[in-house]
């Protein structure tokens, strides 16, 4: 039998065995290399790994020269039409429409997509984040172009989303106290609404109660404070004592660029961290991406609190900036998890930025190495989550999969098929992904989406968000002047 003969977006009836030349078996605690081995999933449920199973199955597949994997688990996934690739190279941010200016808070700002057009961002990125071997997402989107928050009503068609293409995912409106707007050129002040964050909250935690556990529990709840400097600390007590209530996981941006640590101190007097610390706001629950800008204490509180890091190292890198470091990081004890929050939502591609990073910034070969970043978006991405079932492949883990082409003709000669994977390739290899059990993507095909009608429209969507920039960047200058060329026009 064939894997095309597997009916995509469903669940195969019976014991499913996949042969692979290569399986990421979990096995004393960590993930073991097991070659020309088989992996039999029933139902959502992992039943076996190991050499040629002897039980009853009712199909057998070779998948040939592979890499089956646990499926990867995304913390800071994103689900957007995302612009940041735009910004990198067209700055300061404050001139590029990144912060809001006093004029346009002044004639009040307004969603600049439609409620259709968030439903579809959602579906489209879900689809890419499947295509790039994740199974389980935390999706983030950006609030620059929101009128204030994200809405309940939005995230309930992300649920209804995930669960028809089949994805796993945390969702929980993103919510926030206030902003920072641009006052005079470089001049960025921070302004606050704190009720109006305060009902962003109750308004997530009604989503949560009524969308929690649908589609068999895909879809599950999290909180998600926007970024740290527009959180008032009344904001961030509720939210933790509503996710340790609900036991629900927090992801909340911190200590990640020098104009939060500026606005923080500023207005707290110390890093966020630190502050955050001091009104018992960090705990085991908390995702804290990224942490580029974490000093020694910052991290220190980071172990003692039992926060983990989601370490998103290509978006940073695109614009010079790393995590110093992750062989630190993992020597301080100091949990980590990997994230994407940029497009492309390519974990294998983040996988190979993290570990080039690393070593420019100073770690050894042995220090971080490939395996290592494996670890952070499998194991790391679970123990986050307080989810031993995921992130790994062994007896009565969840069957989240993924299936990497070790034949593809660019990735050649190959060494150890995880080294190849990371350095040798993106996540365009991906062959295959089940989630809970069901085949949720198959050489780039995801039930319930069709890429050529989707890819043009989400073109045409960018481009409109695109052309509303002037309206919420300083002195509203001109597209061209916004997003100059990389070279000059033909004539």
Known sequence: MMLDDLILGARPKGRTALAARWIVAHQDGGHRLLENGEIVIDRDRVLYVGPRFEGAVARRIDLGNVLVSPGFIDLDALSDLDTTTLGVDCGPAWAKGRVWP?????????EMYSPEELVFQKRFSFAQLLCNGVTSALPIASLFYREWGETAAEFEAAADAAGELGLRVWLGPAFRSGGMVCTAPAVLEPRFDEARGLAGLDDALAFIRSQSGRFEGLVQGMLAPDRVETCTQALLIRTMDAARDMEIPVRLHMAQGQMERDTVQAL??????????????????LIAPHATY??????????DHGVTVAHCPLVFARSGAMLRSFAKLRRMGVKIGMGTDTAPPDMVLNMA?????????GDSLSETAPEHLFDAATLGGAA???????GRLKEDAKADIAVFDMSDALMAPQ???IRTLVLGATGRVT????????????????AGLDWDEARPRAQRQFERLVAKYPDRTWGHPPLQDIFPPAFPAFR
Not at 353 to 361: F, K, L
């Open 353 to 361: 930025v993290g570990v080039m990073m690393a070593r420019m910034a």
């Open 415 to 417: 060494v150890d098929p």
């Open 268 to 285: 707290h007097g110390s890093t966020a961290p630190q502050w955050l610390a001091g009104f018992g706001a960090l705990n085991d629950r």
């Open 384 to 390: 986050a989550l307080g989810r031993s079932d995921l």
């Open 431 to 446: 062959k295959a992904v089940f989630v809970d059990g069901r085949l949720s993507m198959r050489d780039g095909k995801v």
């Open 294 to 303: 974490a000093t020694e204490q910052d991290l220190s509180l980071y172990v």
């Open 102 to 110: 006093q004029t346009y808070v002044d004639r009040g700002p307004y």
